[in-house]
Structure formats: C-alpha cells, structure tokens
C-alpha cells in the first residue's frame, strides 16, 4: 500500500515548518538517505531525507507552504508495483485541516480493485499502551514473520523502526500479555493564560495598529520562555566587576594579536571567565533533566545573540581548554551563521549555562530567564566609569560591570550559586588568570 510521508519534527521545539522547496519531483525512485525537501524550521533551513524506498506517487504540500503541522502528509510514497492509481483520489488538505497524523499513517487503497486490499497492520504499543513508532513497510514485514516489534530496536529518525531494522531478524515466542491498564482519569483544564486574541483585539478596536503574524521563532520563543518562567524556580545574585585590569590585558592581546587578524571582545573573556568558572565548582556545570540532574564535565557554554525577530543560543563546546582567539574566532562564526539561520541543530542545543550580554546597548543590568535545561544564566550590563572605594581606604575610579545571575534553584543552591559568581568576578579582575 502507498506510504504517506510526513512533515518530520527535526528539532526538539519543532511543532510546524515551512516546506521550502522539493529536491524531488512525483515519479522520481528514491531511496532511504535520500534528501526528499528543504524544511524550515523554528530556527534554520534543514534537509529532509527519506527513510524508507519507493517511487515519489504524489506530493500533498506545495513547496513554499506555511505552518505545515508536524506529521502531517506531506507526500505519498509507492512501492514496487504499485502506481499513482492505488493513491486516494483526494484533494491535498491545507496545513490548518490537515488532521493529526503520526509515524504510522498510510494512505488508503482507491475502489478500483475488485477484491479490497489487505489493510495494514495497526500500530503496535508495548505492553504497557505505548505506541511504538515504525513505518508501515517494517510492520508489514513484521507481520508476516511474527516479529514482535516491541523487541526490536529502531534505526530511523527518533528510534523510528524502518525496513532494514526487521529483515533478517527471526521470530521470538510472543511475551504473555499483560493485563490491561485502567483508563487514565481525564486531565483537568488548564488553566487560562491570558486574554484571547478576540478580547485583546477588543481592547483595541478603533485604534490605528498593525497587526503582526509570528513566525515559528516568535511562537517557540513566547512558549518556551513562557513555561520556563512559570516552572523554573528563579533565584538571583549580583555582583559588580571591576573591568580596568582586564580592559588592559585586553588591549596588550589585540596589539600583538593584531597580525593574525584576531581582535578580542569584552565578551571572549567573559565566556572564557564562566566556562573556567565551571570547571572550578563543577557541581554548577549541570543540568535539569526531569527526576534527575545530569553534571557534565565539559564546559559548555551557550551565548545569546540576537537576530531579526528573535535570537539564536549558539553553544560553544569545551570553551574550558579552548583559547581566547580560539573562542573569539568560533563565536564570530556562530553569530554570523545565527543571523542567517545557517546553524545546524547539535550547534544550539545543549550547554549547562548561558550568557546574554547587553552591555553593548548601554543596560546597566538586566535579568535573564533561564533557558531549560540550563541552570543559569549570566546577564552582563555595560561598563561605566563609577566611583569606588580602593583597597586603602581611597575614593577612585574605576571601569564597573553589572552582572546578574540567574538560577534554577533545582540546581544550585544559594551558596553553590555565590561560589560559581565569586569564581567568574575573580576571573574577570585577574584575567592572565584564565591563561594559566
């Protein structure tokens, strides 16, 4: 029977795309690996690859559609022998009423046939009513052997069990089956967030404004900040740097980095002074993970950087035994590949720990919200000239940076969390420190 393929989740934040552009056309052989679309996603422009083979029979979406929903069709897939008249004859669905599919959706037979085609098997869940991902041509497979794809580990996207997961692999006596579980008790409502757009727009009726449609990043960035605001328990520390001894050292380095093409930023010391910071109280170098804290030993650290109509955290892995030219370098790559959306998954996700600087745009300080599954977040305030009190006793001036921390206190604790900002003022106002 036709296989549907269907609009894939290729981030972790995921719920819809733009399909871009097909790198295929309908009659075209394709084979799993095979790039099949570009996808646009809430952060980049991905390639799509097919996972099982067949004959390109139908394509649902026109490239250059919107808010396609993930897993819903997006093309039909044929199998050898099979052509574009077992395809329903149906019209291709909008996004918006595209109903909700999954990994295990295919298409069905047209009435031409006179004797109706077997049906494919249902999809399989484990015992315990957990649906176990796998394409209609590896359930088939598995059917006629007797497999129990409970049993058997998937190679596709997500744990996905695709064709060559199931051949050659013999039947096993089935497991007795267990006793069905009781009927989960229907959720509560949740909760209202907030006035509907219809009341707002209300609100506003009469006036003169423009209304602006989000895209996928706005969406993610509203949801995620969102819930991480309401479900993260937010603590904060302060503290003022002194800047002058670093803003020395800084411009010594670009003196004699200068024929390399090298010019450092307040920022690279920065990144460079939390990334060690970590490695001095380990225990902050961590992350949440649901009913567990996962510590890294790497330091790996994500920086902000803003982009038009969001902001990407690219992550700058073992910036702890890398160099400051080393971590100037990466990260100016990283921001010009953020503003383009060029960035591949594995170069924002992941980190222990954050830095947002607004320095730049004269903010004194600022408080940041915690980017799950981090534990923190450091937001960095511009430099000024402010008057302070020297070690003897002497009013002086010095260069001032304000910075504020912010914790997940599932995490860190108050006196764990002091420990990780006491180390990264110390690095800051000892710079050659870093270097050792």
């Known amino acids: 029977m036709p296989t549907e393929i269907l609009m894939p989740a290729l981030s972790p934040t995921m719920e819809e795309g733009t399909l871009a552009k097909w790198l295929v056309k309908e009659g075209d052989t394709v084979s799993s690996g095979d790039l099949l679309a570009e996808i646009e996603t809430d952060k980049a422009t991905m390639e799509f690859e097919a996972v099982d083979e067949g004959v390109v029979g139908k394509i649902l979406i026109p490239e250059g559609t919107e808010a396609v929903k993930v897993n819903t069709p997006i093309a039909v897939l044929l199998e050898d022998g099979e052509s574009a008249d077992d395809i329903a004859a149906t019209p291709a669905k909008a996004p918006e009423a595209a109903p909700a599919a999954d990994a295990e959706t295919e298409a069905a037979p047209t009435g031409g046939s006179e004797a109706p085609a077997a049906p494919a098997p249902a ?20 059917a ?13 996207p997500h744990g996905r069990i695709v064709k060559a997961d199931v051949e050659g692999v013999t039947a096993t006596a089935p497991a007795p089956a267990a006793a069905p ?14 006035p509907s757009a219809d009341m707002v727009a209300r609100m506003y009726e009469g006036r003169d404004y423009e209304e602006i449609k989000l895209d996928g990043m706005r969406k993610t960035i509203a949801a995620r900040l969102g819930e991480a605001k309401q479900t993260i328990p937010h603590f904060y520390l302060r503290r003022d740097i002194k800047l002058d001894a670093l803003l020395k050292f800084r411009s010594q380095l670009n003196k004699q980095l200068e024929a390399r093409g090298v010019k450092l930023s307040v920022n690279d010391f920065i990144i460079k002074a939390v990334a060690n910071a970590l490695q001095q109280v380990p225990e902050c170098n961590a992350v949440w993970a649901g009913d567990r804290v996962l510590q890294l030993k790497p330091s790996d650290v994500a920086v902000a950087v803003a982009i038009e109509g969001g902001l990407f955290t690219p992550v700058l892995q073992d910036a702890d035994t890398k160099s400051l030219s080393a971590l100037s370098t990466e990260m100016k790559d990283l921001a010009a590949r953020a503003r383009e959306r060029k960035l591949a ?51 002086t001036v010095a260069t001032v940076m304000s910075v504020t921390m912010s914790v997940d206190h599932r995490v860190i604790d108050g006196a764990l969390g002091a420990q990780l900002l006491q180390a990264i003022v110390d690095n800051l106002e000892n710079p050659m420190v870093m270097l050792a």
């Open 144 to 156: 006629q052997k007797g497999l129990d794809l409970s049993q058997i580990a998937g190679s596709g």
């Open 345 to 395: 998954p594995h170069e924002y996700q992941g980190g222990t720990f954050a830095v947002s600087n607004l320095g730049m745009f004269g903010i004194d300080n600022f408080d940041a919200i915690v980017n799950p599954p981090h534990a923190g977040i450091l937001a960095v305030g511009t430099g000024a000239k402010k008057p302070v009190v020297g070690e003897d006793g002497e009013l």
């Open 123 to 142: 999809a399989p869940q484990t015992a315990d009513g957990n649906r176990i991902f796998a394409s209609p041509l590896a359930r088939r497979i598995a």
């Open 181 to 194: 579980a009781a009927a989960a008790p229907t959720p509560a409502a949740a909760p209202a967030t907030g």
